[in-house]
């Protein structure tokens, strides 16, 4: 395939007596003509790094050229090493940009010029779609094989683990990490292909930079896997970022799924075959995420919500219910706001108030009220618990009657 774009390339280049390159939606370098006298620093740091980097890179990026549509010149900036323009092509799909053409300009480029350069990219475009839906292809049989990893049986876990061994994955890492999308449907949302679509740009473009083998995914319209291999232990609040990222990624492309969705991550295991306990953390932390009204949460940073939320059933008959817990739920819920957030502050009316601004005594009173109009009392250990704990799973859990 490359070797297909570095003909065209050159086939151009020599046409026109110009320097012509071709890099990926990301500004790494694809292919590249051999160059004439219209060679600057940015073309040498590109040839030599593989890529647009540094001043450079945030000029271009600044530019908008990552929306173009159309042909248009770039127009030079010698502090960051463009002496000289560019005439640039974004290569689009009908989906996604593919990559630029950039094709060297001292201002004296002839319409006839930019036609025939345009003709090229058409050609180099083309290619890229055909490597783009080969690519597509393949993640289908990877994504595949992903879901055996969530299989009951550990032998079908193992063999499916196997399977992406030997589809050149994973072959160096020795920790495993799972995040997970959640995204809730309903008749009025969009739809489960919107919904894949979405979750598949998302984690693309969250991981672009990041070698190929070392991650695997498998979208979904209602929980999508992305696992990734690591070398060595990964660090929790990196992959929260990460986590974080492939959010902000999937509202770029379809905000309308953004709104619906939130990221959890699990724990890492040490077995490529234990990617099921972690995806079980990372779906409820994706749910947690979604009660605290954030993008993205860890199973780690969260183990009360984690826990309310594994333990206990979806689904609680009122008959079941304490009767100091059936008055509570009738209180104001500023009451109940005060009631949690000094729980939350080990029963420290100071730090209660701080968390609140509100006064102390106002503090005082309202749990004075409570405690009157409910029984509560708490100045006993296990009224305490038994308090917090279904504070904490009301966001949660439904109460039937």
């Known amino acids: 395939m490359i070797d297909v774009l570095q003909e065209l390339v050159e086939g151009l280049a020599q046409d026109l007596k110009r320097s012509v390159a071709v890099d990926d939606a990301g500004l790494r370098l694809l292919a590249s003509s051999t160059h004439f006298e219209d060679v600057d620093g940015a073309r040498l740091g590109s040839l030599v790094g593989r890529r647009v980097s540094g001043a450079a890179r945030e000029y271009v990026l600044g530019q908008g050229v990552q929306s173009w549509h159309e042909p248009a010149r770039l127009p030079a900036h010698p502090e ?4 000289r323009a560019r005439f640039c092509f974004p290569l689009r799909s009908r989906y996604e940009l593919l990559g630029f053409m950039w094709l060297l300009d001292d201002g004296t480029l002839t319409e006839a010029e930019i036609a025939q350069a345009a003709e090229s990219a058409g050609r180099i475009q083309d290619v890229l779609i055909r490597r783009s839906e080969t690519e597509v292809n393949a993640d289908v049989e990877i994504e595949s094989i992903v879901l055996g990893l969530l299989a009951a049986e550990r032998a079908a876990r193992e063999q499916a683990a196997d399977e992406l061994r030997g589809l050149g994955l994973f072959h160096r890492a020795e920790y495993f990490s799972v995040l997970v999308v959640r995204t809730d449907s309903s008749e009025t949302g969009p739809s ?13 473009r969250a991981m672009q930079g990041r070698l190929r083998e070392s ?4 979208a979904a319209a209602d929980r999508s896997l992305l696992l990734i291999g690591h070398r060595g232990a990964p660090v929790p609040h990196q992959l929260l970022s990460l986590a974080t990222t492939i959010h902000v990624e999937v509202e770029r492309f379809a905000p309308e799924v953004a709104t619906v969705s939130t990221v959890g991550v699990g724990e890492p295991v040490t077995r490529l075959s234990d990617t099921l306990r972690a995806f079980d953390q990372a779906a409820v932390a994706a749910e947690v995420a979604r009660d605290l009204g954030q ?23 009122r008959a079941m219910v304490p009767a100091v817990i059936d008055r509570l739920m009738a209180e104001p819920e500023e009451l109940i706001d005060v009631l949690e957030a000094y729980l939350d502050a080990g029963s420290n009316v100071a730090t209660t108030a701080a968390d609140l601004h509100l006064h102390r005594t106002t503090i005082y009173y309202r749990l004075n009220r409570l405690q009157e109009s409910t029984g509560i009392d708490l100045t ?3 009224s305490r618990l038994l308090v917090h704990l279904w504070l904490k799973a009301r966001h949660v859990r439904r109460v039937q009657d």
């Open 380 to 382: 006993d250990g296990s």
């Open 80 to 83: 960051v090493g463009l002496e």
């Open 295 to 317: 993008a993205a949460a860890s199973w780690a940073n969260h183990p009360l919500e984690t826990a309310v939320r594994s333990w206990l059933k979806p689904i609680i008959d």
């Open 192 to 204: 489960s292909q919107t919904v894949r679509d979405a979750v598949r740009q998302g984690l693309n």
């Open 215 to 218: 991650f695997a995914y498998s």
